[in-house]
């Protein structure tokens, strides 16, 4: 699998994330490529919290938290870090993940959580958005919501 190159998780910081990191984490090892793990801040979070006067520069401090953060989940499922860069953005999910995937990745690497019809009617699907518009493999990673804790089984990927 060498042929692989840089490995791109969306992670939306859930209870299935660290299911959705060790997944891209197995890829990017096995390739030895970079694993870059993002998390998309959404505008309308921002805009809210920079409402609060008590806060300035909210974006720069909610990014170096959620990098943090990131860094954090990155340790906690014992993955080695030398090959691991964590990122945060402002805006729309879907766009901020195709435009890091692009700048830098070969394939991306998302959750999916399961919904009714009708839930994926009325509230859209980031991981259906990013299917359908990404122009690179995507890898879809079913995430077991009752079971948040991270999967150890190597023989599955």
């Known amino acids: 699998m060498k042929q692989l190159g840089n490995v791109l998780v969306g992670l939306d910081m859930g209870p299935g994330a660290p299911q959705v990191l060790q997944v891209a984490a197995r890829l990017a090892e096995a390739a030895d490529s970079q ?3 993002l998390h998309v801040i959404s505008q309308k979070e921002q805009d809210e919290q920079a409402q609060n006067p008590s806060v300035s520069h909210f974006v720069d401090v909610t990014i170096g938290e959620t990098v943090r953060t990131l860094h954090d989940l990155v340790s906690a499922a014992g993955i080695d870090g030398r090959n691991v860069r964590c990122t945060a953005r402002v805006g729309d999910s879907v766009e901020e993940v195709l435009k890091a995937a692009w700048e830098a990745a070969s394939v991306v ?8 019809r009708v839930g994926k009617f009325l509230l859209g699907s980031t991981l259906q958005e990013v299917l359908l518009a990404a122009d690179l493999p995507v890898v879809v990673v079913p995430l ?4 948040p804790s991270v999967r150890t089984d190597r023989s599955r990927l």
Do not use: A, C, F, K
């Open 35 to 37: 694993l870059t793990v």
């Open 144 to 147: 077991d919501t009752d079971e």
């Open 109 to 116: 690497v998302i959750g999916m959580r399961r919904r009714s």
